[in-house]
């Protein structure tokens, strides 16, 4: 599976972003994610879904505010990202494979290339 991530930029504290991910494979195949990494700390997890759409786990960072959806016909996923913060400032990275039960940066079997979202105070 390739990934494929856009709709980074830069936006002021309260904007909105969304962001979006175009698999080469199946994604229903694939409980799909996104995580985020600041330069000099670890990839943290941000949002997940299931196969299926009907299990959507959030950090609790961005509970609230980020919307993670999917659609398996068009091999997408994406993350509405609104109410942003500056400490919503990162790369994002898209990604495929994992265990529900224990989200780790370690346990993703497929990587997108990262999207930068800087967000502006």
């Known amino acids: 599976v390739q990934l494929q991530a856009c709709g980074g930029g830069s936006v002021e504290a309260g904007g909105s972003l969304r962001l979006s991910c175009a698999a080469s494979?199946?994604?229903?195949?694939?409980?799909m994610g996104w995580f985020r990494q600041v330069p000099g700390t670890e990839r943290e997890f941000v949002a997940a879904i299931s196969r299926s759409g009907n299990i959507t786990p959030y950090a609790d960072s961005v509970k609230g505010r980020f919307t993670i959806s999917r659609d398996n016909a068009k091999n997408t996923v994406s993350l509405q990202m609104n109410s942003l913060k500056p400490d919503d400032t990162a790369v994002y990275y898209c990604a495929a494979g994992m265990d529900l039960r224990n989200i780790v940066a370690t346990s993703v079997q497929y990587w997108g290339q990262g999207t930068q979202v800087t967000v502006s105070s």
């Open positions: 494979g199946r994604t229903s195949s694939y409980t």
